[in-house]
């Protein structure tokens, strides 16, 4: 375990933040050297070839006066994945894996760790030390294709035996998984990038099938919540909800590790960028991501956030490695 007092130097501010292009610009660096953010998310925006991503990283390291940054990407397989060919591999959407589990479990989850492995050995060597997946979301005949084959399957069984496949081999090249959208995206019709999307299933049928993937999971160390209202249960998304966040995240499926936001950008969420990053931290959601790179509001949020809290840095020090 890392100790805390001696690995972070000044407390960063709870937000992850996005950057514009291949590197960084004078204005980007002189305001990550002031605002300290907990870390960076890349996009394909940011990922030209290997050295000029690697470069980036390491300048992106350099800009923050804590001793390990978060530099986190999405990169499942398939349609999403922000390192692209011809520099990288091109990897299956989770389907791909979840259509061969009904046939064979034991080889699809063979198959899941091997994939994850190389995935991960992808990001290590660029200094990635974060991946926003495995997707966790269990899908119906009506989910979003926001989803679609980016769920392992419609069987709670399979995405959670495949899920764990998939952490287990990030885990073993250094690289931290994020679980996500907890408690589940995958029972609503909507693109929460879009609009707010209503789920109007009752907690029995959720927690049959939804929150059981993150159930089997709850020990990994980092989750993504879902921009979610489940109308059953509360009233409000579920990453402003503290009732979400306590009564369902905390204590029914029992995850203890860290809650980052999805992209506070999406349409799904209302109000001002400082309206929206209170609520959520006041909720017990931890950690803020923010993607698109606006220096306004990047700078909003500088202005208007707390640091980051020691409860969270003690969740920080016991992850893998983000030196």
């Not at 610009?25 to 070839?49: D, H, M, T, V, W």
């Not at 959601?285 to 809290?309: Q, R, V």
């Not at 020090?317 to 030196?323: G, M, T, V």
Request: aromatic share 6%; net charge positive.
């Amino acid at each position: 375990m890392m100790n805390v007092k001696n690995n972070f130097l000044k407390k960063p501010i709870p937000v992850i933040f996005g950057v514009k292009s291949y590197k960084l610009n004078k204005n980007e660096k002189k305001f990550f050297q002031k605002s300290n953010p907990l870390g960076f998310i890349l996009f394909e925006r940011n990922c030209k070839s290997f050295n000029q991503t690697k470069l980036l990283i390491n300048d992106l390291k350099k800009t923050t006066s804590h001793t390990y940054t978060i530099i986190m990407i999405d990169q499942e397989g398939g349609r999403v994945a922000r390192l692209k060919k011809p520099n990288w591999d091109l990897y299956p959407p989770a389907e791909f894996f979840g259509t061969k589990a009904e046939k064979n479990l034991s080889l699809a989850k063979k198959l899941v760790l091997k994939n994850s492995m190389k995935i991960a050995k992808d990001l290590k060597r660029l200094g990635i030390n974060m991946n926003c997946a495995p997707v966790l979301d269990v899908k119906y005949d009506f989910t979003n294709n926001v989803i679609g084959d980016r769920s392992f399957s419609s069987n709670p069984v399979i995405v959670s035996e495949l899920g764990k496949s998939f952490c287990i081999g990030h885990k073993k090249k250094g690289i931290i998984p994020i679980i996500k959208h907890i408690p589940g995206h995958g029972s609503s019709s909507k693109d929460s990038h879009k609009t707010t999307p209503n789920v109007d299933l009752d907690l029995l049928s959720l927690n049959n099938k939804d929150f059981l993937p993150f159930k089997k999971l709850n020990k990994e160390s980092a989750a993504m919540v879902a921009h979610i209202i489940y109308k059953k249960i509360d009233k409000t998304i579920a990453c402003c909800s503290k009732k979400i966040i306590e009564k369902i995240i905390r204590k029914k499926i029992g995850f203890n590790g860290l809650l980052i936001s999805d992209d506070i950008n999406m349409k799904a969420l209302k109000g001002s960028i400082r309206n929206k990053i209170n609520t959520i931290l006041q909720s017990g959601c931890e950690i803020i991501l923010h993607c698109n790179a606006n220096t306004k509001e990047m700078m909003d949020i500088y202005t208007s956030i707390p640091l980051i809290k020691n409860k969270t840095l003690k969740k920080l020090s016991k992850l893998i490695d983000l030196s």
